[in-house]
T-cell receptor, first 116, second 111 residues
Framework: GAVVSQHPSRVICKSGTSVKIECRSL??????MFWYRQFPKQSLMLMAT?????????EQGVEKDKFLINHASLTLSTLTVTSAHPEDSSFYIC????????????FGSGTRLTVV | KQEVTQIPAALSVPEGENLVLNCSFT??????LQWFRQDPGKGLTSLLL?????REQTSGRLNASLDKSSGRSTLYIAASQPGDSATYLC??????????FGTGTRLKVLA
């Protein structure tokens, strides 16, 4: 089945630094990937749609200059949290689909970001 | 705007009970609906995917039903076990292939 790998699984960084999270589709190509954020005891909220070869589409209220998304190949999307602050501490998770989503999307294992 | 609600928010049951988790959505124009399990601090494990043309899906002790017209889905867990303890999330997929997640049900099965 489709496998999505996300790295790192956990990261602790200092306030003001940047952190990059990778999302890879291991056995299929994905023209579209999605990035979600989950705060403690809350559900997942869509942040942005990552499109291969073009700019990402951000949901309302998500700062595109803070959360940089790059989808340079059909198997890799990256999310960079720039100038991280403690309020950016969250669980970030990506998803991808082999096709148009008719068989559902596969989710990565997530990244726990802690900004100190 | 699509909104997805799950009831109950939390549930604690003794081992062996059959239980039903509920998911409701406001816009019936969905592409499909998917149930996930999430363990604390972990990612999502897909349980069942129901396409909009389907009424239900079954996998082992799990059965999920979908009633698009009423905007409801249920996840039935038979003979619950302590290992079933987790948060269960339903998500609807719109025509733009975006997932809208429900608020989740935190399940605890007591041994």
């Amino acid at each position: 089945g489709a496998v999505v790998s996300q790295h790192p699984s956990r990261v602790i960084c200092k306030s003001g630094t940047s952190v990059k999270i990778e999302c890879r589709s291991l056995d299929f190509q994905a023209t579209t990937m999605f990035w979600y954020r989950q705060f403690p005891k809350q559900s997942l909220m869509l942040m942005a749609t990552s499109n291969e070869g073009s700019k990402a589409t951000y949901e309302q209220g998500v700062e595109k200059d803070k959360f940089l998304i790059n989808h340079a190949s059909l198997t890799l999307s990256t999310l960079t949290v720039t100038s991280a602050h403690p309020e950016d501490s969250s669980f970030y998770i990506c998803s991808a689909s082999r096709g148009q989503g008719e068989d559902g999307y596969t989710f990565g294992s997530g990244t726990r970001l802690t900004v100190v | 705007k699509q909104e997805v609600t799950q009831i109950p928010a939390a549930l604690s049951v003794p081992e062996g009970e059959n239980l039903v988790l509920n998911c409701s959505f406001t816009d019936s124009a969905i592409y499909n609906l998917q149930w996930f399990r999430q363990d604390p601090g972990k990612g999502l494990t897909s349980l069942l995917l129901i396409q909009s043309s389907q009424r239900e899906q079954t996998s082992g002790r799990l059965n999920a039903s979908l009633d698009k017209s009423s905007g409801r889905s249920t996840l039935y867990i038979a003979a619950s076990q302590p290992g079933d303890s987790a948060t269960y999330l339903c998500a609807v997929i719109s025509g733009t292939y975006k997932y809208i997640f429900g608020t989740g049900t935190r399940l605890k099965v007591l041994a």
